[in-house]
């Protein structure tokens, strides 16, 4: 997951709905990733056997990983190497996030979301994760407003280096989170539940991040 500094403007970051399988879904996401230009994907497995899991993140990574995506998944750091993933999101946790940036860094990204406080956001970020997410959960682990995404997204841009992950829970938060100052806005159901299709979502997110630029 890397940034072009040359670019002003937010770059989609896609999070799969919560998957018992994935067969029947990478229709639909070929489609996404071939509508417009996705920086990274993270793929979310509801509880199945591990053989199940790794043949799933395969299935993904064929799709991804030729686009220039990179594969974000979640659970145990010894899977990501295993199963040919790019790296791993985690809730945060001060002991699973050294454990998984001992484990993984420098070679894999380590992303962190749930992040409900101000000092939580600054402890993953002097632990050394590659990006934080803001806006999946609130303040003291309420559900977050676009406002208060916003709020979080300019503090961090304004004084850290670590890229920020904003989540835009509908199409009209991505362009004020770009223009906020994320590096990524990460997009989930307001995609896949799009009635339009995943394709014409992925396009449109893709306009508004750019013209929040301009």
């Given at each position: 997951?890397?940034?072009?500094l ?6 989609l ?10 067969e029947?879904f990478?229709p639909?996401l ?10 990274s994907?993270?793929l ?5 056997d591990?053989p199940?899991v790794e ?12 686009k ?6 979640e659970?145990?750091p010894?899977?990501v190497?295993?199963?040919g993933a790019d790296g791993l ?5 001060d ?8 484990r993984?860094s ?5 992303g962190?979301g ?7 956001a600054m ?6 994760a590659d990006?934080l997410?803001?806006?999946?959960v609130g303040?003291e ?6 406002g208060?995404?916003?709020?979080r ?6 004084i850290?280096n670590?890229p920020?992950?904003?989540f835009?829970h ?10 906020a ?5 990460l ?17 449109d997110?893709?306009?508004?991040a750019?013209?929040?630029a301009r």
């Amino acid at each position: 997951m890397t940034q072009d500094l040359s670019d002003d403007f937010a770059r989609l970051y896609l999070a799969t709905p919560r998957l018992a399988e994935v067969e029947a879904f990478l229709p639909r996401l070929a489609a996404a990733l071939a509508a417009a230009e996705v920086a990274s994907l993270w793929l979310r497995l509801e509880n199945v056997d591990a053989p199940a899991v790794e043949r799933a993140i395969r299935a993904v990574a064929d799709i991804a990983q030729p686009k220039g995506v990179a594969l974000l998944i979640e659970g145990d750091p010894e899977l990501v190497s295993r199963a040919g993933a790019d790296g791993l999101h985690l809730s945060f946790d001060d002991k699973r996030l050294a454990a998984a940036i001992k484990r993984l860094s420098p070679d894999f990204i380590v992303g962190v979301g749930a992040l409900t406080t101000r000092d939580e956001a600054m402890r993953a970020g002097e632990a050394g994760a590659d990006y934080l997410l803001f806006g999946d959960v609130g303040e003291e682990g309420a559900p977050p407003t676009p406002g208060w995404t916003a709020e979080r997204v300019a503090w961090w841009a304004e004084i850290f280096n670590t890229p920020c992950v904003a989540f835009a829970h509908s199409l009209a938060e991505v362009g004020p989170l770009s223009a906020a100052g994320a590096e990524f806005v990460l997009l989930a159901e307001a995609i896949w539940d799009d009635p339009r299709g995943p394709a014409e979502a992925v396009r449109d997110a893709a306009r508004l991040a750019e013209e929040a630029a301009r």
